[in-house]
């Protein structure tokens, strides 16, 4: 049946909303209709910011984990060159013999060449290490493992470096390289936006130079991430850019967790919003951010029900 006019000028996402009253950020089975791709790929998120130390290696670790433990296949590539924070994490120095990226050669359709399996970690996802020091991998190599990798993963975590405006046109940078194509053509980025005054500025900067650069907003999750201390307040719009998912808050009790390379603890101040974003990023497989939602708003909404 022939589409009307209409739904060819909207996006896939207001076409979905108006004929079948549905909302949806998934747009890989449209991606994998229009390239032609036969099998059924994985959902790639990115995890970027205007910043650093908001806590982008900590949540794409955590993303990881609760996607796994719900039976999806995950893994996390550490696309941060100068800091390998999850070489860090996992090991530092003496994590000899490991898979990187650059043990993955382009054209080489078995992505596990280039990670390595989390068992060996004791965690349930897998890992792609960043390259030892010295050793320097072009974007482009990141770009093609990526595609490589999401044949053969459900879902694959990019946790990147903060990234700027400036940058989201220059191949050169992953920005320009990743984030733009990828996103444009309907995978995910994540921006965790730490509320104060130079954060704020830095992600909103960022932020307001997607639409320019034509990401959509369905594909954009902004979090925010509240300092120890500050008071919960109400949320900016993000809608122009972004799907909103939540403020988590940082805590004292985390810190010390991650001080002691611990993961995957149960966190009232972080869960709730990790949800949200697995069930934004993979509708449909059973994430249920209602669960976690503080006792006394579910208490009122099954009240309702009842009656
Ligand atoms: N939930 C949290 N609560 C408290 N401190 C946090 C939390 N998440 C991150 N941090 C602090 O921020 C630091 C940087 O976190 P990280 O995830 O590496 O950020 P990024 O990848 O954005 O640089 C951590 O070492 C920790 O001190
Ligand atoms: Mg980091």
Not at 23 to 50: E, F, I, M, N, P
Not at 237 to 244: E, K, L, Q
Not at 262 to 270: E, G, K, R, V, Y
Not at 282 to 288: A, I, N, T, V, Y
Request: charged share 25%; hydrophobic share 40%; with cysteine.
């Amino acid at each position: 049946m022939e589409l009307p006019p209409v739904a060819l000028e909207g996006s896939v996402r207001s076409m979905l909303r108006s004929f079948w009253g549905v909302d949806v950020a998934d747009k890989r089975l449209v991606g994998d209709l229009l390239l032609g791709r036969r099998q059924h790929t994985g959902t790639v998120l990115y995890v970027t910011s205007g910043s650093g130390g908001v806590g982008k290696s900590t949540s794409s670790r955590r993303l990881c984990e609760r996607a796994a433990a719900m039976g999806v296949s995950s893994l996390l590539v550490d696309a941060n060159p100068l800091q390998s924070s999850q070489r860090n994490f996992f090991g530092g120095r003496s994590l000899l013999d490991v898979r990187t990226i650059s043990d993955w050669t382009p054209g080489d359709e078995r992505a596990q060449h280039g990670a390595n399996q989390g068992r060996r970690f004791g965690v349930a996802y897998d890992l792609t290490f960043a390259p030892e020091t010295g050793q320097s991998v072009p974007w482009s190599r990141y770009a093609d493992f990526i595609m490589a990798a999401r044949r053969l993963w459900q879902f694959v975590v990019v946790d990147l470096d903060r990234i700027s405006p400036v940058d989201l046109d220059d191949t050169g940078t992953a920005a320009g390289a990743l984030v733009t194509p990828s996103v444009v053509s309907g995978d995910l980025v994540l921006v965790p936006v730490k509320l104060g005054m130079q954060t704020q500025r830095d992600a909103m900067n960022l932020l307001a130079a997607f639409p320019r650069h034509g990401l959509p907003n369905e594909c954009v999750g902004v979090k925010e991430v509240l300092p120890i201390g500050m008071e919960e307040h109400a949320p900016y719009d993000y809608a122009p850019y972004g799907t909103y998912l939540g403020a988590e808050r940082q805590s004292v009790e985390a810190e010390r967790r991650i001080e002691q390379c611990a993961s995957n603890w149960a966190d009232m101040n972080l869960d709730p919003v990790r949800e949200r974003v697995l069930a934004w990023a993979l509708p449909d497989r059973g994430f249920d951010p209602a669960r976690y939602m503080p006792k006394e708003r579910r208490k009122g909404l099954w009240g309702r029900k009842r009656k």
